[in-house]
């Protein structure tokens, strides 16, 4: 008789739900929105072209070193930062 390999189902864990190092663990979707409070807090979003993000000191780093990006690239960009 051969032998019957046994399957397990999947539970889903999404990944953006996970908790990121930071002090304290967040989601994904609250990292975002304290993001997105800094970046209206300081007037970084561009006046004219509402979906770029305009870098200061601190969030340069986190661009790569781009001194504006779209929002979408913003998103992209922070979560190399993650673990």
């Given at each position: 008789m051969p032998k019957t390999k046994k399957t397990s189902k999947r539970k889903p864990n999404p990944a953006f739900m996970r908790p990121v190092v930071w002090s304290p663990p967040l989601s994904r979707p609250e990292l975002t929105k304290k993001l997105w409070a800094y970046i209206k807090r300081r007037g970084?979003?561009?006046?004219?072209?509402?979906?770029?993000?305009?870098?200061?000191?601190?969030?340069?780093?986190?661009?790569?070193?781009?001194?504006?990006?779209s929002m979408f690239e913003m998103t992209k960009l922070v979560s190399k930062h993650l673990k």
């Open positions: 970084l979003q561009d006046k004219k072209k509402r979906i770029m993000i305009n870098a200061d000191d601190a969030l340069r780093p986190v661009f790569n070193g781009k001194s504006q990006v």
